[in-house]
Every structure is written in structure tokens, then in C-alpha cells.
T-cell receptor, first 112, second 111 residues
């Protein structure tokens, strides 16, 4: 089955902890994206990567970090520097030559 | 600054009652306008991409249209299974794939 997988589905974090959210795709897509969704707000871009070993900050990158060591994987680390990390996190990917992004099922992160 | 505004925030319809959702945008150099459907707790599901004013696309009971300042998602004779949040997004020039999203319209269709 081709698609985008995110894990875990639910994640709980204590104050001061770093946590890593997984995003994997087997669609052979070049570009990958991380968004954050808060209630009543649109999706906001955290980081994106158009090719392996390269990534750029989005609009709300503070407190987050990413890596892109493999084409199919784009993990997101939520660091303790992120002051309000409770949100729904969505990963997306697309072919470089096309415009449409396809989304994974999301990870809901809750800070206890 | 690129911006997307969707209206209304919420819409309640009776089954079979047609209506339209609005997406107003300002962007420097529109590369594409996208409509997605999102069910509660799930990732957005792609519906349509529109590229230029006058373009229209249809899928089952949904029809998306585009002008230079806004897009409409027309829902004809909706069914309860059309209940979801509909998201609009734009990509400006630059070929980065950066999408600017509106806050969404939550549609509820009652039987």
C-alpha cells in the first residue's frame, strides 16, 4: 500500500522533554512538509524539505528541528524550547514536478 | 503578505439543500489554489487544484470555481456524509510548495 504514515497517533509529553514525531512515505515523493494545526486555525508550516539533506524553515520553526537523511523519511523533533506544543501535527509530501501535497493521518501531541 | 480567509466558519444544511463555501485570497503570483476535506482527527484529503481564473472542477456533488480574488466550493444536494471541514490553501510564486491555509469551513449536513 502506497501512502504516508505518521507515528505515533497520540503522544504525551512532559514539560521539558524533547519528543520526535515520525513521518514516512513510500510514494517516491521528493518534497516533504510539516504543519501544525490548532483548533479554529488554519494549518501552519513548520519546516519543509525539497531534497535529501536539505530543509528550510517555515513560518513557525522556533522550538522545532528536523532532519532529512533519507528520501522517504522526515522526522520532526519538538524540543523543550517550544512553549506551546500541544497541537495536531500533519506531515505532507509531493513530487517536485507537481503541485498537490498529500497528507498523512496526523499525530496529536499533548503536553501534560 | 499572502493571506487566505474562508467563510462562513460553520455551515449547517439540511440534506439536499445546496450551498457554497467561500475562499478569499491575496497572494503574490498564484501558483495554485487547493481544496481539501478533513474529517475529525484525520489528515486532510485532497479534492481539487485550480490554477487560473475561470477554471472549474467537479467531483460528485462538489464543484470548485476560481476568480482572481476568490474561490467557491459549491455543494449540490449534499448528503450527511459530506459533513466535514473544508480547507482552502494557496501556493504563491517560488516553487517551494509552501501552502497558506485558511481556517476552514465546518459543514454539517443533517438528514
Amino acid at each position: 500500500d502506497g501512502g504516508i504514515t505518521q507515528s505515533p497517533k497520540y503522544l504525551f509529553r512532559k514539560e521539558g522533554q524533547n519528543v520526535t514525531l515520525s513521518c514516512e512515505q513510500n510514494l517516491n515523493h521528493d518534497a516533504m512538509y510539516w504543519y501544525r494545526q490548532d483548533p479554529g486555525q488554519g494549518l501552519r508550516l513548520i519546516y519543509y524539505s525539497q531534497i535529501v539533506n536539505d530543509f528550510q524553515k517555515g513560518d513557525i520553526a522556533e522550538g522545532y528541528s528536523v532532519s532529512r537523511e533519507k528520501k522517504e523519511s522526515f522526522p520532526l523533533t519538538v524540543t523543550s524550547a517550544q512553549k506551546n506544543p500541544t497541537a495536531f501535527y500533519l506531515c505532507a509530501s509531493k513530487m517536485r514536478a507537481t503541485d498537490t501535497q498529500y497528507f498523512g493521518p496526523g499525530t496529536r501531541l499533548t503536553v501534560l | 503578505e499572502d493571506q487566505v480567509t474562508q467563510s462562513p466558519e460553520a455551515l449547517r444544511l439540511q440534506e439536499g439543500e445546496s450551498s457554497s463555501l467561500n475562499c478569499s485570497y491575496t497572494v503574490s503570483g498564484l501558483r495554485g489554489l487547493f481544496w481539501y476535506r478533513q474529517d475529525p482527527g484525520k489528515g486532510p484529503e485532497f479534492l481539487f487544484t485550480l490554477y487560473s481564473a475561470g477554471e472549474e472542477k467537479e467531483k460528485e456533488r462538489l464543484k470548485a470555481t476560481l476568480t482572481k480574488k476568490e474561490s467557491f466550493l459549491h455543494i449540490t444536494a449534499p448528503k450527511p456524509e459530506d459533513s466535514a471541514t473544508y480547507l482552502c490553501a494557496v501556493e504563491g510564486s517560488g516553487n517551494t510548495g509552501k501552502l497558506i491555509f485558511g481556517q476552514g469551513t465546518t459543514l454539517q449536513v443533517k438528514p
